[in-house]
Antibody, heavy 121, light 108 residues
């Protein structure tokens, strides 16, 4: 069974750094893209970016390019989403998700449970 | 970047058919995927590649895509279908995914 298990909720202050994680299991981690989706409170889904753990090829939405860093450690089947300096506007639920087919980037079939990030002074 | 437009809300009586649209420039040339999200839960894929259903998704859910509009159709709507629905495409010209703004389906 494919599982994506995300790290727990975080409460941070503006300007702090943060790295949240998403551990994949039940499949070949290096053969599937894995992406991140933001959902701000009461708002819709936003596609942030996607990484192929096999070679670390990464694509970002222009809205998030330079604002976050997506990475992966294939040795522990874990993808990451990282901020160097958080803002209050980064407060949101963040989901990791995986497409249904190996090599596909089109859609997300499997989703993590979400990580709630709260940034407040 | 590519823009997807959904109506903010759709209402339907139980047992009737709900149609949720997703508009985009020549969207018929792209593959459209649909997600259902209930409050406090992660999204669930209900339709992919315009009209394919993942295992476990009822046949009541179907999709179509042509011209400038893609449509998610939910037949014989049930109270449990009440949720937010999002369309999504992969924009190959910019190598990124794009979500529509979402549609809240209300079952009257």
């Amino acid at each position: 069974e494919v599982q994506l298990v995300q790290s727990g909720a975080e409460v941070k202050k503006p300007g702090e750094s943060l790295k949240i994680s998403c551990k994949g299991s039940g499949y070949s981690f290096t053969s599937y893209w894995i992406g991140w989706v933001r959902q701000m409170p009461g708002k819709g889904l936003e596609w942030m970016g996607i990484i192929y753990p096999g070679d670390s090829d990464t694509r970002y939405s222009p809205s998030f390019q330079g604002q976050v860093t997506i990475s992966a450690d294939k040795s522990i089947s874990t993808a990451y989403l990282q901020w160097s300096s958080l803002k209050a506007s980064d407060t949101a639920m963040y989901y990791c998700a995986r497409p249904g087919s190996s090599g596909d980037t089109e859609y997300f079939q499997h989703w993590g449970q979400g990580t709630l990030v709260t940034v407040s002074s | 970047s590519y823009v997807l437009t959904q109506p903010p809300s759709v209402s339907v009586a139980p047992g009737k058919t709900a149609r949720i649209t997703c508009g985009g420039n020549n969207i018929g040339s792209k593959s459209v995927h649909w997600y259902q999200q209930k409050p406090g839960q992660a999204p669930v894929l209900v339709i992919y590649y315009d009209s394919d259903r993942p295992s476990g998704i009822p046949e009541r859910f179907s999709g179509s895509n042509s011209g400038n509009t893609a449509t998610l159709t939910i037949s014989r709507v049930e109270a449990g279908d009440e949720a937010d629905y999002y369309c999504q495409v992969w924009d190959s010209s910019s190598d990124q995914g794009v979500f529509g703004g979402g549609t809240k389906l209300t079952v009257l």
